[in-house]
């Protein structure tokens, strides 16, 4: 008995000895003028080492005493906890130095704020849904496997049976490559072994385009968790996927006006067709651009950088069956574009210079008056004209300038540095342009648009068409991640909120900024534009978005991860058409410049709701508009860029309140246009005698 107690007190002697209170001491230090690169360093004495180190900065390690590319101006805090459980917290701030620093740490805050309201999870909150993300397995594949690979593995041997229960590093399994070297792997966790391949049979080959495209062909056991895991940022803090409110707003909305409409957006689209063509074209209505120019500066708008680098985000974090989701959304999209393209021409207001006022600040306001409502449509037509001008300065402007520059300079090395003077040149292209008002405004994007567009879907087609043989397998792996994704893709209901979470974001269907550019087109007859209209998301969502994400896919880029969302989608094309990179490059930009001149013109109407319709009030918008661009360019401004973007998707909050009051009245007047259109009621523009 004794030498049990002499033991334990000399175990327990130097815990007892170290484990007084122990002290933190910290830097805060800021590198460079650049913003996010702050470092908070501390050091830690007393106590009982080991120390695990709890940071707010969900990136930082709990291993690390140093956390990097930290926002200067906003505290930062870390739990200190020793090996007998002690805790001290300590806070420390980085100090700003630069102008840019100052900026983008005020509106940090702004940040989070708004995205606590638009990405709050309704269902997590009342306990229907658990968003925490959660691994029942742990796959086991070949070490080091990555998709570029080019090798053949077999399995040659198991080493422990099936069902056996294995520890971390315990050896379970022998493969071979395509030069007979044998490797072999550990387990990587704690649980109980489930065979995928029986020993002999080939786990990856290259050559099988198959294995190229299946989401985790290279994985061949499985350990299964005595209990599921929890998933983990670096931090400690637990891995969610949350159902965002925003998502929720728009699809339920878009739900809602394709039935409310009667499933206008499959019914009306061959004559959405004949109309973008010109079949339909008065040149005596009012209005100041045809349709087919109305439809190419609102798809201007939408179709651009969230194409590329979007969809890229949302098909290597969702998986490939993301893109099913993307499809199913962006169909429900065009309904909810054809309501609020159809007010935004019936409420319209045209002065007798010709200019045309419309979009939602009009059809909330003097549409919810028209219902005794006019207090609540005031104040939603002024909350959807301020929130318009922040993300026309910011989402429509500098962030195309920034992010199309960054592209441009990552294919073109000459260019890194001269941010400003790409500002300078930009600016001055858009100024051409925007001067002019809606025509020009109209007339550049009937050109550019279509352009651009078929360069990009050729391009994709074309890397389709040499990857035809993955037809098979890619339609497969898009099935199979849509209705059976893994736990680690956040299940089901993740990859489906990813879908159509980007497909929302990428057509703005809801948000009411096509609306501001449909109100001007040539016709007497709103529904008209409404079925034009309804054509947006389709291009923009279910044609490029779904060229873009079937690129990645039939190239296997879709697994690879911790890559730019631009960067992956340059570097799919880039591994069939090696010259591609340069021509997507360009592409980005002619995006970025089309979305730039359209939302010059939404933020101006919003402007001029705001403070007056006369021609000097609309130049010193574009003055403004033309002097961002520059800043764009030539300054990062990181939480800013974030905020001006969010006030894009809250403009749907007053828009689509409006639409929820005012769809019995777009019904009335779609079934009297149907009316016309099938007793040839309607104008015609007579074809030439062949």
Known sequence: MKKYLLTLFSTLLPILFFAQDF??????????????????????????????????????????????GLTEGIPYSVVVTDAIGDTKTVVYTVKTQAITEVFNGTMTPAVATLGAVLFWDPFATVGIYDPVVYADVKPIGVPDWSNEVDNKYILKKWLQAEGAHVTKDTPIAIITDKNQNEITVNASARGSLKHLTAEGQVIYNSENQKHVIEQGAHFFGEIVYDKP??????????????????????????????????????????????????????????????????????????????????????????????TFWMIVCGLLGMSTKFVECTLGVKYRDILPDGRVFGGPMNYLRYGLEKRQMKGLGKVLAGLFA??????????????????????????FPMLAGQGFWFGIVTAILVGVVIIGGISSIAKVTGKVVPIMASIYIIAAV?????????????????????????????????????????????????????????????????????????????????????????????????????????????????????????????????????????????????????????????????????????????????????????????????????????????????????????????????????
């Open 462 to 690: 074309a890397v389709i068409i040499m990857n035809i043989q993955n037809v098979g397998p890619a339609f497969a792996a898009i099935y199979d991640g849509a209705f059976n994704a893994s736990a680690l893709k956040g299940g089901v209901i993740g990859v489906l909120v990813i879908g159509f979470q980007r497909a929302a974001f990428s057509n703005e269907a809801g948000v009411g900024s096509a609306a501001i550019a449909h109100s001007t087109a040539k016709t007497n007859h709103p529904p008209s534009e409404g079925f034009v209209a309804l054509l947006e998301p389709f291009i923009d969502t279910v044609v490029v978005c779904t060229l873009t994400a079937l690129v990645l896919i039939f190239t296997g880029m879709h697994e690879v991860e911790g890559m730019a969302g631009a960067q992956l989608t340059s570097d799919a094309f880039g591994s069939q058409i090696s010259w591609f990179p340069y021509v997507l490059a360009l592409a980005v930009f002619l995006f970025a410049f089309s979305t730039m001149i359209s939302w010059s013109y939404y933020g101006m109407r919003a402007w001029t709701y705001l403070f007056g319709k006369s021609k000097r009030i609309e130049f010193i918008y574009k003055m403004l508009f033309l002097v961002f661009v520059v800043i764009g360019a030539s300054v990062s401004l990181g939480a800013v860029l974030d905020f001006s973007d969010m006030m894009i998707l809250a403009m749907s909050f007053p828009n689509i309140i409006g639409l929820y009051i005012m769809s019995k009245e777009v019904r009335i007047d779609l079934d009297s246009y149907v009316k016309k259109l099938k007793a040839n009621l309607l104008f015609k523009r007579q074809e030439p005698n062949k």
């Open 23 to 68: 002290e933190i001491k910290g830097e805060a230090f800021n590198p460079s003028d650049n913003i996010n690169d702050g470092i908070i360093k501390v050091t830690v004495s007393g106590g009982v080492p080991p120390y695990s180190y709890r940071w707010s900065n969900q990136s930082t390690p709990l291993n690390s005493n140093e956390a990097t």
């Open 229 to 322: 895991l929890v998933l983990t940022h670096p931090n400690g803090d637990p891995l969610t996927k949350p159902i965002p409110f925003i998502v929720i707003w728009l699809v339920l909305g878009a739900l809602f006006f394709t039935l409310r409409m009667g499933f206008i957006n499959f019914r009306g689209f061959r004559h959405a067709i004949d109309l973008a063509r010109g079949k339909y074209d008065d040149p005596e209505a009012p209005g100041q651009v045809t349709h087919f120019q109305a439809l190419a500066t609102a798809v201007s708008g939408t179709v651009g950088l969230g194409n590329i680098a979007g969809v890229a985000v949302a098909v290597s974090l969702g998986g490939a069956g993301a």
């Open 386 to 411: 301020v929130l318009a001008v922040g993300a026309s300065f910011g989402g429509g402007n500098m962030f195309q300038a920034n992010q199309s520059f960054e592209q441009l300079a990552g294919q």
